[in-house]
């Protein structure tokens, strides 16, 4: 079984200050792993993704996230936060066997202050 | 433009009613998902469909029901046997194989049940 854990239900920083969001997973088998955004009564979208390749991932919005093995860890961050990076931010975890759907953590909402 | 369409995006309906919610995809995916979400909680799985006449049970199908008739449709129905069904709706489709197991979303629909 799969799983993701979030750090952090809701994450506060000042406009400018780095950015870092928590995620955890659990998956008996190579995870490929993702972050999406939500913003209010919106679908998802993907941020970035990591499928074995590069541990460092680098998505759109200026995200990049590191995968860590040793640590089961797949934190997100951004050098330097924007107003407009305010939204909802969910880890998701899929394995390359048995069930291939997302499994997600609880989200993070990341409020940003000016 | 290729994408998912979820109708209607606000939908109201008495206790006791069945109501099916709309997902169309132009994607040309083979694989689609509808998740539910709620606050707090992340997303959960309901259904999905790896390909057309079949689908599998998620975390959470009890009180739905699907049919995938169509590649390009997915429709969930939310029967009066769903214990608490005010909730956002999720669909998502992806491709199949390969490493590529990223989903896209639709919009959503947002369900109240009086």
């Known amino acids: 079984a799969q799983s993701v854990t979030q750090l952090g239900s809701h994450v506060s920083v000042s406009e400018g200050a780095l950015v870092l969001l928590r995620c955890n997973y659990s998956s008996s088998v190579p995870p490929y792993l993702f972050w999406y955004v939500q913003y209010p009564n919106q679908g998802l979208q993907l941020l970035l993704k990591?499928?074995?390749?590069?541990?460092l991932v680098k998505g759109i919005n200026g995200f990049e996230a590191e995968f860590k093995k040793s640590e089961t860890s797949f934190h997100l961050t951004k050098p330097s936060a924007h107003m407009s990076d305010a939204a909802e931010y969910f880890c998701?975890?899929?394995?390359?066997?048995?069930?291939?759907?997302?499994?997600f953590g609880s989200g993070t909402r990341l409020q940003v202050q000016p | 433009d290729g994408g998912i369409t979820q109708s209607p995006k606000y939908l109201f309906r008495k206790e006791g009613q069945n109501v099916t919610l709309s997902c169309e995809q132009n994607?040309?995916?083979?694989?689609m998902y509808w998740y539910r979400q709620d606050p707090g909680q992340g997303l959960r799985l309901i259904y999905y469909?790896?390909?057309?006449?079949?689908?599998q049970k998620g975390d959470i199908a009890e009180g739905y029901s699907v049919s995938r008739e169509k590649k390009e449709s997915f429709p969930l129905t939310v029967t009066s046997a769903q214990k608490n069904p005010t909730a956002f709706y999720l669909c998502?489709?992806?491709?199949?194989?390969?490493?590529?197991?990223?989903?896209?979303f639709g919009p959503g629909t947002r369900l109240t049940v009086t």
């Open positions: 998701a975890v899929i394995s390359d066997t048995g069930r291939r759907a997302l499994t």
């Open positions: 998502a489709s992806s491709i199949t194989g390969g490493n590529l197991y990223e989903q896209y």
């Open positions: 990591y499928t074995s390749a590069a541990t």
């Open positions: 994607l040309n995916h083979d694989a």
């Open positions: 469909s790896q390909i057309v006449n079949d689908f």
